[in-house]
């Protein structure tokens, strides 16, 4: 019961999350003005030389921490449904098995997801930017959360 409780407040969290990243998207979309000529050149000249933030800033350092954590817990999840004798669907048995070789691919994908942040920052989505993280987290605790959940497998 507890482990439906926490899957719906990840699926709400990740369902607000999209609805904002929609929702910045028309806003964009939106505010393109007629003089389109003269606002990019407004922009030219301010663009390069202030940035929004520093792409390491308190709250980016923030979110990957939790990304790594999530992460792990998605780690230690997967590695619990296999000790239980359950299969995981994402990626092979052996190398989930190989626990150094998956460890790597966790890391990977921390990886991934922070240099998809940065190249959000660099083209100015900074909000994108937040949200990769935020989404990769509430998708990569749930995955865990329901790897917990799993029932455990009797031969
Ligand atoms: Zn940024």
Redesign the pocket.
Known sequence: MLCRKIILLLASIATTGASAIRGQELATADQIPPTRASASAAKNQTAPLR???R?W?KK?AWLFAGVGASRALDYSSTLNLRRRGDNEILVTNDLVDNHAAFAVVEAAGTAVSIGA?YL???S???KL??WTSIVHIGLTTSGAVRNYCLPTAHP
């Open positions: 940035q929004e933030h792409f800033d980016n942040s959000f920052h660099r100015g989505h900074h930017e937040r």
